[in-house]
């Protein structure tokens, strides 16, 4: 394979990328990148999130990684006729649990959140 020599004097085999010139800080800014993206994702994992359903009276928190605590579910709702209310106050809290989460993460990731789509959502 031929070899071509760049204005930075390293040499690239045609058809290859040339790392060191083509990405914007090379190797290293691309290892620092992934640092940052290490240290954000630990930072929002040592928070707490909750998140809430029906004025409050269904909560569930979590760990910044999703890891549930609790659940706490005030007796008033709780309806042996009425059980699949309880079920959707169950699932509501756990959508804006997740929506708390994806915002914390994406604030921990400052900057960084627009390298692409990490926490599986658009």
């Given at each position: ?5 760049d ?7 045609i058809?290859?990328p ?93 900057p ?11």
């Open positions: 394979m031929d070899d071509v020599d204005d930075d004097g390293i040499s690239t085999p058809g290859l040339d790392l060191a010139g083509d990405a914007p800080d090379g190797l290293g800014g691309l290892l620092e990148q992934a640092q940052q993206v290490m240290a954000a994702q630990q930072e929002a994992a040592t928070r707490e999130v909750e998140g809430v359903a029906g004025g409050g009276v269904v909560r569930v928190r979590t760990t910044g990684t999703g890891e549930v605590l609790g659940v706490t579910i005030d007796p008033q709702v709780v309806d042996p006729n009425d059980v699949s209310l309880l079920e959707d106050l169950v699932v509501a809290a756990l959508h804006d649990m997740n929506a708390q989460l994806l915002a914390i993460q994406r604030e921990a990731m400052g960084l959140a627009g390298l692409g789509d990490i926490f599986g959502t658009s």
